[in-house]
């Protein structure tokens, strides 16, 4: 930590940004101390990316302050900003995809690389391979590869070298460990420790709690635009933390369970994908969420895939609604009324480029028109009475889906599918990259759609979320069902140990096919 | 699965996505990539080993003296286009094309041929048409830019502004021309080399050294690939890409002072030449790589369809049958890319 006497590296003081009548900031401060790795969490619309964009010179506040070392900054703009040694890595991951990792480290400022313009590409290669080591050893990057063959956390990497490489003194990371596994993770925190030494400060958004405890010294938490608490980490527990960004005890996240289970709304029996699971057999009654977890590899996602029909199956049965049914396309899925809302929203959910209106009635147009025309009335207020219903957070219905949030966009996604109104739902991963407020909300649709007696089958790896949301779950491991529980009775103790196999599965017996009733 | 009870509080503690790396193009696609490029390698040793056999002469020197010379006008014209290619972005619709870069030439040997037919110097006479070329860049440049035309639309309309300037200029004669300059260009040769040949030995290497190996070079490349990121990288987008189309204008420039030397004076039916350019731009892609334009690319694939005439020819084909293959490659290429585009995404 630094002496008090020394001005903190960055001191932004009241800060208000308003959008028209949305105020994204009110009388906001984040001060950071040099040489310290200083959280920013929130959840989305709190105001971390309208804080950093006005960091980053994007925007310009209403009215507040910014002192950089001490020194006031005005009308600040992007490169001002980096003159000034601050460094934004922001989510995106803004490389060209086919230049090799020594270009991409070294686009913008390849000068010294040779006189009259010409590249020095050998140099060029060396010193990325120097920066890489210093920064990232023990990560494996080959510095001739191309950029479109690498891992979006080998991506990621690049682009923190290429911010580190520009010597800043202030570093600012946006969600950087997202698509990072855990090897990686470790190595970036050590990096970023190492940074810290060196007088460097961090600043680390993230939404990942662990994280911030581990690496952070402090943390400022916003909510609604405003600062509503600087402290450490280290010895505020993390409910606490969670508890001022949401203003809400965590226990009430999860709704509450009084729904009417009824007949069977999805069985599987013995469904079979050679390699991927074997004899996976459950059901899910009407009014009843049932929860499928399981490592990586252990089939469930496949699993899922296969009932909506994107995988072929070997063997077993698929019955909806009590009829045996054949599902060998997603056409034919929607056509028995089960919905897919799949992980990766941005490349399978939704069409980024079309309006919330256009996504959330793309795939049931029929129900909105007659003869080939869509009644447009009838159109929008079905769309709105949804925007209502799943609170999306956005100026309209005629915005594009790319300028949401990752939560409002999972909402659209959801929207989509209740527009049609579907009898069994398959959710995978329904909440990953989901701010903490959009994640009730869908647990309370989730929920209110269970009332309303569709079936649900929620994949996740989030066990708190599965042990909320569920009456049932079943643990998959090795393409095998392990154990078929009901979540009044586990807690994620027991099913970690089944989930890893640190619990054989011992109970032949087990019958699989038919839950627990409750 | 990193989710213990020692988490219980953090609500987004898990992180499922951990233990999945994600590939952003899968090995898949890096397949179809070597499989198009050996597959490009193989065709073109394919066609030419067809013709060796078939078409007496097709591999004797003087044949292939031959063909480097028919070759130079394309290739140059084909220079240009790639550099706007580069700078613009591979997408069929919305990337960089210059579809001008034909008609520039007509209009440029018009002014060329004319002038010197007005008495004017060779000096003054090739400034003038270097002067049209650039104009002509300059003005698809503001289209662009400046209007943010698509370059499909604008590069189309300008296109036609350079057939009527042409006409109107030539009425549709051919205008015969001739002066010391063109006669040099035309029979003058340098260390047993004809000055058409040596006009595309010197752009190639010019062009390979400007894009291949200067941080300008690179930074188009960058432009085009990815306008995001060469913007968070500090770079001017704009100039880049202005500058693409100024440097086609300028090749339609100098491909014209070869063509009013090849045809002794200009001729109507420069725009024919627009196809062949395309194809060698946008075929050239399949031999480098990163699947991405490249000069060297380029130049091969300008001397396989200077050799794909030829051997039409040599093997008594009508050269009619010559727009139709370059037609077919021209989709087959584009097919190849969106190909790997998709395989890739």
Not at chain 1, 59 to 68: K, Q, V
Not at chain 2, 105 to 124: H, R
Request: proline share 3%; hydrophobic share 45%.
């Amino acid at each position: 930590m630094t002496a008090t006497s020394r001005p903190p590296a960055l001191s932004m003081r009241g800060i208000t940004k308003a959008f028209g009548p949305v105020k994204a900031l009110a009388d906001a401060d984040l001060r950071v101390e040099r040489g310290t790795i200083h959280g920013l969490v929130g959840q989305n619309g709190a105001g971390k990316s309208t804080i950093i964009k006005i960091l980053a010179g994007l925007f310009r506040p209403d009215r507040g302050t910014i002192e950089i070392d001490g020194e006031p900054q005005t009308h600040l703009n992007p490169r001002q900003v980096e003159a000034r040694g601050i460094h934004i890595i922001h989510q995106d991951r803004l490389l060209v995809p086919t230049f090799t990792v020594g270009e991409s480290l070294f686009l913008g400022h390849e000068g010294g690389f040779g006189a009259f313009g010409l590249l020095n590409r050998r140099r060029m290669q060396r010193q990325a391979g120097e920066a890489l080591r210093r920064y990232f050893s023990g990560i494996d990057l080959p510095i001739e590869a191309l950029i479109a063959d690498l891992t979006t956390a080998q991506q990621k990497i690049v682009q923190i070298t290429r911010a580190l490489l520009n010597r800043p003194s202030i570093l600012v990371l946006d969600e950087p460990t997202a698509a990072l596994n855990k090897g990686e993770v470790d190595t970036l925190f050590t990096t970023l420790r190492g940074l810290r030494d060196e007088g460097i400060s961090v600043i680390f958004i993230s939404h990942y709690m662990q994280e911030i405890e581990n690496l952070c010294d402090r943390v400022t938490i916003l909510r609604n635009g405003k600062d509503v608490g600087t402290v450490d980490p280290r010895t505020t527990p993390i409910g606490d933390i969670v508890a001022m960004m949401i203003a809400r005890d965590i226990k009430e996240m999860f709704p509450g369970r009084k729904r009417k289970i009824g007949a069977p709304a999805l069985e599987i029996r013995d469904l079979t994908v050679k390699g991927k699971f074997e004899d996976v057999s459950l059901s899910v009654r009407r009014g009843e969420i049932v929860g499928i977890t399981g490592l990586i590899g252990s089939g469930a996602k496949e699993f899922l895939q296969t009932i909506y029909g994107l995988r072929r199956a070997d063997g077993g049965q698929v019955l909806i609604g009590g009829k045996r049914v054949v599902i060998d396309t997603p056409a034919k899925a929607v056509a028995h009324g089960v919905a897919l809302v799949p992980e990766d929203r941005r490349s399978h959910g939704v069409a980024l480029d079309l309006s919330i209106r256009e996504n959330v009635t793309l795939s049931s147009l029929s129900r909105y028109g007659s003869m080939g025309f869509i009644h447009a009335g009838r159109e929008r207020s079905g769309v709105d009475a949804l925007i209502g219903e799943l609170d999306v957070k956005a100026a309209g219905r005629e915005v594009l889906v790319r300028k949401l949030s990752g939560g409002n966009q999972q909402k659209v996604v959801l929207a989509k599918w209740l527009s049609r109104e579907s009898s069994v739902y398959l959710l995978d991963e329904p909440t990953v990259g989901v701010d903490v407020g959009s994640k009730v909300e869908i647990y309370q649709l989730l929920s209110r759609l269970a009332e309303k007696g569709a079936g649900i089958l929620v994949l996740s790896t989030d066990l708190i979320e599965l042990m909320g949301i569920c009456d049932h779950l079943v643990v998959l491991y090795r393409g095998r069902v392990v154990a078929a529980l009901r979540t009044a009775e586990t807690d994620t103790d027991d099913v970690l140990k089944w989930a890893t196999g640190a619990q054989a599965s011992t109970r032949p017996d087990m019958p699989a096919a038919t839950m627990p009733a409750s | 699965m990193s989710l213990g009870p020692a988490a219980t509080g953090a609500v987004q503690a898990g992180s499922p996505h951990r233990d999945r790396p994600q590939t952003a193009r899968t090995a898949r696609a890096g397949g179809i990539d070597l499989m198009i490029r050996v597959g490009a390698y193989v065709a073109v040793a394919v066609v030419l080993g067809y013709f060796s056999v078939a078409a007496h002469g097709f591999f004797s020197l003087s044949n292939v003296v031959n063909v480097v010379e028919q070759s130079a006008i394309l290739g140059i014209l084909a220079f240009g286009m790639t550099l706007v290619v580069i700078a613009g972005g591979m997408n069929v619709v919305s990337g960089g094309i210059d579809l001008s870069i034909a008609a520039n030439m007509g209009v440029c040997a018009a002014v060329f041929a004319t002038s010197i037919n007005a008495g004017v110097s060779d000096p003054v006479a090739v400034a003038l048409t270097l002067g049209a070329g650039l104009a002509i860049g300059a003005v698809n440049a503001f289209a662009v830019i400046g209007l943010g035309v698509l370059p499909l639309l604008a590069t189309l309309a300008v296109m036609n502004v350079c057939i009527g300037a042409e006409l109107v200029l030539t009425q549709n004669t051919v205008i015969s021309a001739a002066s010391p300059l063109i006669s040099l260009m035309s029979s003058g040769t340098f260390l047993g080399i004809s000055v058409y040949a040596w006009f595309l030995i010197v752009a190639s290497a010019l062009f390979i050294v400007l894009v291949q190996y200067t941080r300008w070079g690179l930074r188009l490349y960058a432009v085009g690939a990815h306008r995001e990121a060469a913007h968070a990288a500090g770079l001017p987008i704009a100039k880049y890409q202005a500058a693409s189309y100024v440097i086609a204008g300028l090749c339609g420039s100098l491909a014209a002072l070869l063509s009013v030397a090849r045809l002794s004076g200009s001729s109507p039916g420069a725009n024919d030449n627009l196809l062949p350019v395309i194809v060698a731009a946008l075929m050239g892609v399949v031999f480098s790589r990163r699947m991405v334009p490249t000069i060297g690319g380029t130049l091969l694939s300008a001397l396989f369809i200077g050799f794909l005439a030829n051997g039409f020819q040599l093997i008594n084909v009508s050269s009619y049958w010559v727009n139709g293959v370059q037609g077919l490659l021209i989709l087959a290429v584009v097919s190849m890319t969106s190909l790997t585009k998709r395989a890739g995404t």
